[in-house]
């Protein structure tokens, strides 16, 4: 069982920039991959970038693609997002998601075993 708690949400302008962490804890953090997906109100979980267990490879979604970088530090058991030139359609609830042992990274929600509470990022126009 792994906890994952995720930080660094808040209000910002739209142009503006935040970073996300989430902390894992409870097992070897750095045999899985992580992902980050996000939520908007009525709207279903999709995903948002995804980094393999190595951190050789990164995934995004082209809605974020060249703003949002994922990263992570294995020394640490953290992941992190920075997001940057936010849009208003970026808010969201986000929340980072940990795959299964050893897993080849993925964008579908299903595939990822354990979920954080999540972060409300709110960008204003």
């Known amino acids: 069982q792994v906890q994952l708690v995720e930080s660094g949400g808040g209000v910002v302008q739209a142009g503006g920039s935040l970073r996300l962490s989430c902390a894992a804890s409870g097992r070897t953090f750095r045999s899985y991959p992580m992902g980050w997906f996000r939520q908007a109100p009525g709207k279903e979980r999709e995903f948002v970038a995804g980094i393999s267990w190595r951190g050789g490879s990164t995934s995004y979604a082209n809605s974020v693609k060249g703003r949002f970088t994922i990263s992570r530090d294995n020394a640490k058991n953290t992941v992190y997002l920075q997001m940057n030139s936010l849009k208003p359609e970026d808010t969201a609830v986000y929340y980072c998601?940990?795959?299964?042992?050893?897993?080849?990274?993925?964008?579908?929600?299903?595939?990822?075993?354990?979920w954080g509470q999540g972060t409300q990022v709110t960008v204003s126009s």
């Open positions: 998601a940990q795959g299964n042992w050893q897993q080849v990274l993925t964008t579908t929600p299903a595939a990822y075993e354990d």
